[in-house]
């Protein structure tokens, strides 16, 4: 059975040298092309080239024992090919994976020209029909995929379930927190009081509220420019409407009285625990577009986050993907549509690594279903489990794509958190046991190959 690969970034080729080592025929397709001595582009490629990457050149850190790392480790146990690309594309960047770009993309297009079992066809991919003559299909356009195929996928999985644009809350470390300027309470004593209520009096509002209106933007590319949603506003977007905006909207104080002084502030920011540890904690509805050194300056103005260690700044950005939680299994198969599978960043994923990742997972599904044979989803506690356990399961209303972070790995058994109280030390046990969980995987799955071998 032929499988078609659409999408010449960083999942779709590793789908397609994954499933050609595995034996099956592949057409992969690309929209970007040379069209009449000129290059056809998206608004941000700048090359016709496989795998050319938009942003940064780096694959993270290297560093034993990160998140990161481990994920490129399994990933090297898989032999996944465009990670011993990046490899032997490696430029000096200290702890981190970082790659000659120019390097990079050329060594890509040599293994798919190397391998007699793809076939590359540049042009774009209109319609997703199993009538084509295609029994599998793996979709690996990107963030930036094409209008025709964006309405496609529409058609497909339902408009609803397709988004355009990340909007990212800012995260904090929980031991950052100034705890005696805060206090837990959920609005109207409902529930449990799970969430930190930073308070505000009239004046400090005045102040974050001036420093907010003044702060700097982040530069937008032509093609990040597109028009918010009314539900998702960046909070200096809301400001600008009015000075008691965000009082009516992600500041609001109603039912957050403060049990320490029995009164209701003017305004409250509100912090969400990130994960289950909660050892950090995101502030609920400040998603902005503001440079990340202007947030840490306005940011530090809410009472309790002076001193704040920011993990991850606000952001809102161009970024099709679907909602995974509803459309995808653990194979990355469309549920409705078993023959059509979704990888890279469309997917739900963030980072050039995760897109890779999925892309190999992707390919080593697709293979396994066009031999007749049921893949075997990756376990929960290896990394690439966890990232994809996040993806296909978390909260759909609030889906958003994400890194791959120890926060997404099965933590350690309570007792055994508490016996090991250095956090290091705490990842060092997860990632001995992904790998271990990842090789038991693969062997069972008889994937059997190993071309790269693991550090």
């Known amino acids: 059975m032929k499988i078609r690969v659409i999408g010449g970034g960083l999942a779709g080729p590793e789908a397609a040298l994954t499933a050609a080592r595995l034996g099956c025929e592949v057409d992969l397709y690309e929209m970007r092309a040379m069209v009449d001595g ?61 790659v000659d770009r120019v390097e990079f993309s050329r060594r890509i297009a040599e293994a798919i020209a190397a391998e007699p079992k793809i076939h590359v066809i540049r042009e774009e991919v209109l319609r997703l029909d199993p009538s084509e003559g295609y029994g599998l299909t793996v979709v690996a356009t990107g963030p930036l995929t094409s209008g025709a195929l964006s309405e496609e996928i529409q058609r497909i999985t339902g408009s609803e379930h397709l988004a355009f644009y990340d909007s990212i809350s800012p995260i904090v470390d929980a031991d950052s927190i100034d705890m005696e300027r805060v206090y837990f309470a959920a609005r109207w004593d409902k529930g449990t009081a799970d969430y930190i209520n930073c ?9 974050f ?26 909070i200096e977007v809301l400001a600008r409407r009015g000075r008691d905006t965000l009082r009516f909207g992600p500041m609001k104080p109603v039912g957050l009285r403060d049990p320490r002084t029995g009164k209701t502030p003017w305004a409250v920011v509100q912090l969400r625990k990130e994960n289950l540890r909660a050892d950090s904690y995101n502030l609920v509805g400040f998603q902005n577009h503001l440079k990340f050194g202007e947030q840490a300056r306005v940011l530090r103005l809410i009472p309790g986050l002076e001193n704040a260690r920011f993990l991850r700044y606000g952001q809102i950005h161009r970024n099709t993907y679907i909602c995974a939680p509803v459309l995808l299994d653990e194979n990355l198969r469309l549920r409705k549509e078993l023959w ?16 890779i990742a999925t892309g190999l997972l992707a390919g080593l599904c697709a293979a396994s279903l066009a031999r007749s044979e049921q893949p075997v989803p990756v376990p929960r506690a290896t990394a690439l489990g966890s990232l994809v356990h996040y993806i296909t399961h978390a909260d759909a209303k609030n889906f958003q794509p994400a890194n791959i972070t120890f926060d997404l790995l099965e933590p350690l058994e309570e007792e055994l958190r508490k016996k090991v109280r250095d956090k290091k030390e705490r990842h060092r046990i997860q990632c001995e046991r992904a790998l271990a969980a990842f090789d038991a995987w693969w062997e ?11 550090v």
């Open 38 to 98: 000129k290059p056809r582009l998206t608004p941000a490629h700048q090359t016709t080239e496989f795998g050319e990457l938009v942003c940064s050149n780096s694959l993270k850190s290297e560093s034993p024992n990160t998140a990161p790392w481990l994920l490129k480790q399994e990933m090297r146990r898989a032999g996944s090919a465009l990670l011993r690309i990046a490899d032997e594309s490696a430029v000096p960047a200290g702890h981190a994976l970082a």
């Open 199 to 207: 308070p505000m009096d009239r004046e400090e509002y005045d102040r």
């Open 209 to 234: 509220l001036d420093a907010l209106l003044a702060a700097e933007p982040a530069e937008s590319k032509e093609w990040e420019k597109l028009d918010y949603f009314e539900g998702c506003l960046p």
């Open 340 to 355: 059509l599978l979704f990888a890279g960043q469309l997917s739900g994923v963030e980072g050039y690594t995760e897109s």
């Open 444 to 454: 069972a799955a008889g994937h059997g190959w190993r071309t790269h071998s693991p």
